[in-house]
Structure formats: structure tokens, C-alpha cells
């Protein structure tokens, strides 16, 4: 060794090329995680899609997933995000125009998000698996970026909202479900295809909209249908490029919901007027604003003074989302890390290899894909609305799912940056934007608590909703003697709701283990439900992550999660 090195001085010194730049070779750096296919590299998506119904979507999923790898998408991620959004008020005539100027990549992001149907499809060709291909889709769209999805989400929610005023429905249905993209700022009347955004949160009150103050004035008739001039403000308004909004206000008969446009038919422009936008700490490629409704246009949708049942419709759907793109975070977060493990060596070996390594990267990885398997039998109950436990069942499992997938993914993006070491808390690596994007989802569209009081409020409104859970999770009744006796804890536990609301978290995350360990139970890897009972069922003395069990086969998992990329 000594001598090669003196060797080396000596030429270094002596030789000719003294005067050379080339200071070391970069080595053990892994390749960029790029160019693969996000389906056919997921095992556990795969498996999920083909089991929930969505088998025949198999090649375009394939297709999506290929898309979605590309370098050239990956790199409008990062594009999206670095230049933000910027609000202008007025033109430089001084005309006020309310438009926030995203980057070319921001559009390139929607336009293909929205030409693939991820705010159509299961609208367009409902019945089996129509929902499950489309979480699929969402799922791979969002690892590449989050932010941009709120808008599409927004709109492929609003459907079953605007569904309740037929005369609305009539107009606008058509052009909310065109595959396609028209981002300029102008009247909708002039646009064959229009986003949709919601406007509830004010600054007294996000969680209770029954504290809204924003006031409607009927113009002529009042009731379902008609034309209202909206006064007051709303704190958050995301994407607020979008052609039209769901907003709740208070009419004569209390708070009821209004679909308002950004254009009035006339061509005027309708005075929701944007004061600035949020500077926030994530979510930085979607807009989000704050406005003042100055009068605007609106026209109310559903029974007036039922503003909230009639948006929960689409708030229902809004948290269904949430859960995908949570678990979309989570995966993206698992990819980076193994593929990283997979070629970086320490003390030499792999990081891959060393069984501590193994032990953090197999635990994230079974978090990730309890939080896909949750997610798509999610998706299969939306798809079989007509049947009744699949009804209660989502009642029930999508306040509980939105809770605990969103709260999961934080630490496990934290986590997952550790694993790749400093390189992973740089900017030019997407590890901090999943990082900074992980708390949105668990608090927007109801934060935790309000989750875990919706879920107690349908226990108690709707009893048969928690026999629907209980009886899907018993299907994994005899797997595993841990399942068994956890189970029977936690039906002890809500047979008894009486001080239920100080307790609220402690069962909502209860049954999301429930369901999670059932479906990992009866569907995934045995190594890998194996690990979740072991770790998530059993009091094992440890909070972080790495603590699974020396039995654990963690080579097995770590194997179905990394993607293979050289
Ligand atoms: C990036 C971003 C974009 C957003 N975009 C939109 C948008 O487009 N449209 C829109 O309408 N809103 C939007 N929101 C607002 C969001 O929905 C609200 O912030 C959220 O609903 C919480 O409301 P709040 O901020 O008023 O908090 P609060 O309602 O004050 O709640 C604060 C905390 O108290 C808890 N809490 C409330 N009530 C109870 C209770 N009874 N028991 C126990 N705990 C309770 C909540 O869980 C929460 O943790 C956005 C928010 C963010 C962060």
C-alpha cells in the first residue's frame, strides 16, 4: 500500500501531468434513480392492482409507469418546485386579472396527469377496478410529484358534489371529465375542458365550517340552482387557478354550497379577489391563496342550508386521495433509499447487506406496503358502491385510513433520508421535498383528530358501519395467533364508546393496524405480514424504525421492495 502510494507521488511529482485538475475519481456514489418503470418495479402495486380489480388495466399501467421513471418527468418534479408560483393581481393596464404564473413544467405535470383521466376515469368507465386502476395511476404520478395532484384530485373529487344540482351537473360535467388541459386565464364558456378547486376554510375556523362567516345574497330566486352574489373571504384556496370552486357560505337557511366561477358568463371578471399566496414550508409547486369575495358570482348546489353534507361528498374523496398520495410519498421514499443501499458500500460491503441497514430499509418498506394494501382495498369499496358492506365499509375505513397513512409518512420520509446520509438532505435530491410534502396530506381535509372524531361519529350514527370493519378484518381470523388476540382487543374495546373521544386515536390507530395486518395477512410476502404482526401487534419494546426481529426475513422483504436500477 505504501508503496503504491509513493509511486503515485512520484509521478505526481516528477511526471509531466503535475499541472493536471483531476483531484480523485467519484466513486461509490449510486446511479440516479431514473428511467425505470414505477409498476413494473413494485412488486407490492402490482399485486394490489391485479387483486382489487384491475387486472385488465395491466399494459397501461405498465405504460403509465414507464411514463412516470422517466428522467425527463423526474426532472419537471424538480422544475415545478424550484421556480414557484407567482401571484400577479393586476396586468400591467392595470385590468385585475387574479393569475398565478406557474412554471412550463408545473403545466407539462397537469396536462399529463389530466389527458391519463387521473380526475376522469372512474367516472368515464365506472364498475370493476375503474377506481383501483386509477389510485394505481395517482399512485405512480405522485411519486414524481405531489403538489400539482391537488388540483386534479379537486377535480376528479368534485363529481359527485356537483351531481346534486342537475342544472349545474348539465353544464359543467362534460367539460370537468375532457382529458384534457387548458390552463389559460379566461372565461370558462370559452375552455371544452375546466378544473375544479373548494373553498371552505376561513381564518375563525377550518376544522368547524359551521363558523363560516362569507355570506350569499340570492340575486333573484333563492333555493337549489340559483344565482347568489357571495360576500367575505376564504383563508385557503388552493390552486386557485382552477375555472371554478366548491364554496360553502351562509344563505338565508344556513351554510350552504355554491359552485363559483372564476369568470362571470358575461366575460367580467368575477370578483373573488386572490390577496396573496401562502408561503409554505411543503406542497411549494401547488399555489395555495387567500381571497376575498367581493360579491362573486355563485349558484348554489344541493339543499340549501346543507352545504356540509352536500361538499362531504367531495371531502369523502378529497381523503381517499390523501391516502394515496401519502402511501405515493412512502413509496418514493422506500424506492430512493434501497436503490441506494443497493450500491452504496460502508466498512466494506453494501449498506444493503448490513443486517442494521436491513432491519431500518425492511421496516420502512413493510410500512409503505401495509399503506398501499390499505389504500387499494379502499379503492375496490369505491368501486362497488352498489354493495352494501363495501358502503359501510368505506364510511368507516376512510376516516380511519386518511388518519393513519397521512401521520405514518412524516417519519418514515424522515427515516428514509437518514438512510441515504447526507446526500439526502440536498435540494437536488427529492428526499427533502418528500420530506417537507409529508405533513399536507394528514392536515388538510380534516386534520388527525377531526379523522378520529369522524370516525367514532359514524360508530355511533351508523353502528352496522363498525360490524362492516370488524367482519373485513375477520376474514384474516386464524393467520396469526398475534392477529387473533389483537383483534379480539380491539372488538372488546370499541364494543364500549362511552368515553370514546379522549380514547379516539389510541382505537382509530388500532384499526388501522387491524386492517392492515388482515389484508397482509391474507394478500402479501408471508416475510412480510410475518414482520408487520411482530413489530405493529405486539407490545416489542421499540418506537423507530430497524426494530424488527431476528427471525424477520428481511432480505426477502428489502428484495420485493427495491427497485432494480444499475
Ligand atoms: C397547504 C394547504 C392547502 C389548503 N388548501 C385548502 C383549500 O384549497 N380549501 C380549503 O377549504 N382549505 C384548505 N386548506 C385548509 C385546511 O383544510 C385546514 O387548515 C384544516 O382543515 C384545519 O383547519 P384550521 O387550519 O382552521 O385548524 P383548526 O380547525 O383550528 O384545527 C387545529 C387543530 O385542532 C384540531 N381540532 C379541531 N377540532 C378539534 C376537536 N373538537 N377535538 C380535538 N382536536 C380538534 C385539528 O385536528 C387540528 O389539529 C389548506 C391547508 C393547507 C395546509
Not at 426 to 443: H, K, T, Y
Request: aromatic share 8%; hydrophobic share 40%; net charge negative.
Amino acid at each position: 500500500m505504501m508503496d503504491a502510494q509513493r509511486s503515485d507521488y512520484d509521478t505526481f511529482t516528477t511526471g509531466t501531468d503535475r499541472c493536471l485538475a483531476t483531484t480523485h475519481e467519484v466513486i461509490n456514489q449510486p446511479p440516479v434513480l431514473q428511467d425505470y418503470n414505477l409498476f413494473e418495479q413494485d412488486t407490492a402495486l402490482r399485486e394490489a392492482a391485479s387483486r382489487e380489480g384491475a387486472n385488465w388495466a395491466r399494459e397501461e399501467l405498465n405504460r403509465y409507469g414507464a411514463l412516470t421513471g422517466t428522467a425527463e418527468m423526474i426532472h419537471r418534479g424538480f422544475e415545478a418546485n424550484r421556480f414557484k408560483p407567482v401571484f400577479h393581481s393586476h396586468d400591467r393596464f392595470g385590468h385585475r386579472i387574479d393569475a398565478v404564473e406557474f412554471h412550463p413544467s408545473y403545466h407539462d405535470l397537469m396536462r399529463t396527469g389530466l389527458e391519463h383521466g387521473l380526475h376522469s376515469s372512474p367516472w368515464t368507465r365506472s364498475g370493476n377496478g375503474a377506481h383501483v386502476a386509477r389510485a394505481a395511476k395517482y399512485y405512480m404520478h405522485s411519486q414524481v410529484e405531489a403538489a400539482h395532484c391537488c388540483p386534479i384530485t379537486m377535480t376528479f373529487a368534485a363529481i359527485p358534489t356537483i351531481r346534486h344540482q342537475a342544472s349545474l351537473a348539465q353544464v359543467w360535467e362534460t367539460r370537468i371529465l375532457a382529458n384534457r388541459y387548458d390552463p389559460a386565464n379566461k372565461p370558462d364558456s370559452q375552455k371544452d375542458a375546466v378544473t375544479i378547486g373548494m373553498a371552505m376554510t376561513e381564518k375563525q375556523g377550518g376544522s368547524d365550517v359551521r363558523a363560516n362567516t362569507t355570506k350569499a345574497f340570492a340575486i333573484g330566486k333563492e333555493g337549489p340552482g340559483e344565482a347568489y352574489e357571495l360576500v367575505g373571504h376564504k383563508w385557503f384556496m388552493s390552486a386557485p387557478m382552477c375555472d371554478a370552486f366548491l364554496v360553502l357560505a351562509q344563505s338565508r337557511g344556513g351554510l350552504s354550497c355554491f359552485l363559483m366561477p372564476r369568470w362571470r358568463p358575461d366575460g367580467s371578471k368575477n370578483p373573488c379577489q386572490l390577496q396573496r399566496l401562502k408561503d409554505k414550508m411543503g406542497n411549494v409547486a401547488n399555489a395555495s391563496g387567500e381571497a376575498e369575495l367581493r360579491g362573486a358570482l355563485a349558484w348554489m348546489v344541493g339543499e340549501e342550508g346543507r352545504g356540509v353534507p352536500t361538499i362531504i361528498e367531495m371531502v369523502a374523496l378529497t381523503r381517499f386521495d390523501c391516502m394515496i398520495g401519502s402511501a405515493a410519498g412512502m413509496r418514493q421514499a422506500i424506492a430512493q433509499a434501497s436503490h441506494h443501499a443497493r450500491h452504496r458500500s460502508a466498512f466494506g460491503h453494501k449498506l444493503a447487506d448490513q443486517p442494521l441497514m436491513q432491519n431500518v430499509l425492511a421496516d420502512l418498506a413493510i410500512e409503505s406496503e401495509a399503506a398501499l394494501a390499505f389504500t387499494m382495498r379502499m379503492a375496490r369499496a369505491l368501486d362497488h358502491q352498489d354493495q352494501e358492506h363495501e358502503r359501510l365499509l368505506t364510511r368507516l375505513a376512510t376516516p380511519v385510513g386518511k388518519y393513519w397513512i397521512c401521520k405514518r409518512s412524516p417519519n418514515l420520509a424522515y427515516e428514509a433520508m437518514e438512510c441515504i446520509g447526507g446526500n439526502g438532505v440536498m435540494e437536488d435530491s427529492i428526499m427533502p421535498r418528500l420530506f417537507r410534502e409529508s405533513p399536507v396530506n394528514a392536515i388538510w381535509e380534516g386534520s388527525g383528530n377531526i379523522q378520529c372524531l369522524d370516525t367514532l361519529r359514524a360508530m355511533h350514527k351508523a353502528p352496522e358501519t363498525l360490524d362492516a370493519f370488524l367482519s373485513e378484518v375477520s376474514l384474516a381470523r386464524g393467520a396469526d395467533a398475534r392477529f387473533d388476540r389483537f383483534l379480539d382487543h380491539l372488538q372488546k374495546d370499541t364494543g364500549d364508546l362511552s368515553d370514546a373521544e379522549y380514547r379516539a386515536r389510541n382505537l382509530v390507530d388500532r384499526m388501522a393496524l387491524a386492517l392492515q395486518a388482515a389484508l397482509l395477512l391474507q394478500h402479501s410476502d408471508q416475510a412480510v405480514a410475518d414482520a408487520f404482526c411482530a413489530t405493529r401487534l405486539t407490545p416489542h419494546g421499540g418506537l423507530n424504525f430497524g426494530n424488527l426481529p431476528a427471525d424477520t426475513d428481511a432480505k426477502a422483504i428489502l428484495k420485493r421492495a427495491t427497485p432494480v436500477v444499475d
